[in-house]
């Protein structure tokens, strides 16, 4: 019974206060007409698809874009024999928007994330490239948000 008050109420007053989810929607009102890229090929290639499918085609302010990307990997712990038991990866992205050849947004923006050796060698691998694709969908996201929040 309390159950159904409470998530009733809460359906309630979120529904009440017009809650929104930022990415849910992906109404951008403007176009990306050129994605130059220099770096990490693989990265690039997951942002670039990234901002192409959550840009208008149609609308009137049109961007060009370039970004470097940067990825970097390195053992933040070991164990008593010398082995890493922990990585790190952290992917830097700068990226500058142009308008009619004048820079408009010039950022750059640092994601990591932390993670546990696993002796299987394959799936470690596969591990790091599921890491790899989640963090360069996350830059990809907070250059979409950066980009409608700090232009017009």
């Known amino acids: 019974m309390i159950k159904v008050i409470i ?15 930022i990415l849910l929607k992906k109404n951008y009102q403007f176009d990306l007409v050129e994605i130059n890229s220099e ?21 009137e302010i049109k961007y060009k874009i370039l970004f470097l990307s940067e990825k970097k990997r390195e053992i933040v712990s070991s164990n008593r024999e010398g ?10 992205l700068k990226y500058n928007l142009r ?17 546990n050796n696993i002796k299987d060698k394959f799936e470690l691998l596969e591990y790091e490239e599921n890491i790899i694709k989640n963090l360069s969908e996350k830059l ?6 950066s980009i409608k929040s700090s232009v017009k």
């Open 83 to 92: 082995d890493p038991t922990i990585f790190k990866i952290t992917i830097k």
């Open 140 to 145: 990809s996201d907070d250059i979409l948000i």
């Open 7 to 21: 998530t009733s109420l809460l359906i309630l007053v979120l529904n009440g206060c017009s809650y929104e989810p």
């Open 39 to 59: 770096g990490e090929k693989k990265i690039n290639e997951i942002i670039e698809s990234k901002l192409l499918q959550n840009t208008k085609k149609t609308s």
């Open 99 to 115: 308008e009619n050849d004048q820079i408009v947004l010039s950022n750059e923006i640092f994601k990591h994330s932390t993670y």
